[in-house]
């Protein structure tokens, strides 16, 4: 059996829609932005910079340039 819905619980539904939709904005925009920094990366090792280079420049290790190479 559905409870009855009220005001409030309809305010919540659409509340929950709302930062739904906005999750999955963001999610989009996070894989644009990951294929954009990956781009500028593989960029970078072609005009020589090697992954240790740029992992100094972004302060992380080299091995999460690695990471970010191979998502």
């Given at each position: 059996?559905?409870?009855?819905?009220?005001?409030?619980?309809?305010?919540?539904?659409?509340?929950?829609?709302?930062?739904?939709?906005?999750?999955?904005?963001?999610?989009?925009?996070?894989?644009?932005?990951?294929?954009?920094?990956?781009?500028?990366?593989?960029?970078?090792?072609?005009?020589?910079?090697?992954?240790?280079?740029?992992a100094?420049?972004?302060?992380?290790?080299?091995?999460?340039?690695?990471?970010?190479?191979?998502?």
């Amino acid at each position: 059996m559905t409870p009855t819905r009220t005001e409030a619980s309809n305010e919540k539904f659409r509340h929950l829609k709302e930062v739904r939709a906005q999750a999955l904005e963001h999610h989009v925009m996070a894989q644009r932005l990951h294929a954009e920094r990956k781009d500028i990366v593989k960029d970078l090792i072609a005009d020589g910079f090697s992954q240790a280079d740029i992992a100094r420049e972004l302060g992380v290790t080299r091995q999460a340039v690695q990471k970010m190479l191979s998502l």
